[in-house]
Structures are given as structure tokens and as C-alpha cells.
């Protein structure tokens, strides 16, 4: 098992930017994938941003294309997510996860975090 704490939640004007990071309790090397999911009120959790373990590639959700950048550091076992020009659908609880089970890239996860509340608003 691995346990995952999320920071850098908070409160944002439309047009701001933050940076969410992930602490793992270990390497998450040997999970198939880790990243990061969202959950706005009334919705569906969502994958937002993934990294694949098997070759290192990236996902993206269509709707965060060019404006998020998913990075990973093995040595602190940390997972960071920095989202630029947020918009009000931005909105929404963010939660780090890892796939062992090889849902498929960004489809759903194992273990995760407490989450991390954003909030874009004026």
C-alpha cells in the first residue's frame, strides 16, 4: 500500500495560477500510473492529468490541454500538478492517485489522497 497527501489547494481568481503536489509514503514506480483526478460537486470524479510508469508518457483531459503540466520528482516520490489560466469549471476537489490494478491511463485509481480543495472564483 502507499499513502498520498495532497497540498496546495486554495482559492483563486479566473486567470491565476497554483501548484498542487503529491506526497507518496513510497516509490510509486511499480504502480502502473499516478496523477491526478477532480470531483466538482454534483459530478463525476475525472481524470485531469496522468503519468505512465510503463514509458513515462503524459494524459491530459481535453479540457486542461496546454493550460496544466503534470511533473513527478522519484527521488521525494512526488507528484506535482501546476495549472495555469484556471477558469471557474476549474473548480472542484483534486485528489492524487496511483492505478494498480491497470485501469488504464487516467481511467481510475487504487489508493488515493484526502484531496485538495480549488476554488476559482472573482
Not at 527521488?75 to 491497470?102: F, H, I
Given at each position: 500500500?502507499?499513502?498520498?497527501?495532497?497540498?496546495?489547494?486554495?482559492?483563486?481568481?479566473?486567470?491565476?495560477?497554483?501548484r498542487?503536489?503529491c506526497?507518496?509514503?513510497r516509490?510509486?514506480?511499480?504502480y502502473?500510473t499516478?496523477?491526478w483526478?477532480?470531483?466538482?460537486?454534483?459530478?463525476?470524479?475525472?481524470?485531469v492529468a496522468?503519468?505512465?510508469?510503463?514509458?513515462?508518457s503524459?494524459?491530459?483531459?481535453?479540457?486542461?490541454k496546454?493550460r496544466?503540466?503534470?511533473?513527478?520528482?522519484n527521488?521525494?516520490?512526488?507528484?506535482?500538478l501546476?495549472?495555469?489560466?484556471?477558469?471557474?469549471?476549474?473548480?472542484?476537489?483534486?485528489?492524487c492517485?496511483v492505478d494498480?490494478?491497470?485501469?488504464?491511463t487516467?481511467?481510475?485509481?487504487d489508493?488515493?489522497g484526502q484531496?485538495t480543495?480549488?476554488?476559482?472564483?472573482?
Amino acid at each position: 500500500q502507499v499513502q498520498l497527501v495532497e497540498s496546495g489547494g486554495g482559492l483563486v481568481q479566473p486567470g491565476g495560477s497554483l501548484r498542487l503536489s503529491c506526497v507518496a509514503s513510497r516509490s510509486t514506480l511499480d504502480y502502473y500510473t499516478i496523477g491526478w483526478f477532480r470531483q466538482a460537486p454534483g459530478e463525476a470524479r475525472e481524470g485531469v492529468a496522468c503519468i505512465s510508469n510503463k514509458d513515462g508518457s503524459t494524459y491530459y483531459a481535453d479540457s486542461v490541454k496546454g493550460r496544466f503540466t503534470i511533473s513527478r520528482d522519484n527521488a521525494k516520490n512526488t507528484v506535482d500538478l501546476q495549472m495555469n489560466s484556471l477558469k471557474p469549471e476549474d473548480t472542484a476537489v483534486y485528489y492524487c492517485s496511483v492505478d494498480e490494478e491497470g485501469w488504464g491511463t487516467c481511467l481510475w485509481g487504487d489508493y488515493w489522497g484526502q484531496g485538495t480543495q480549488v476554488t476559482v472564483s472573482s
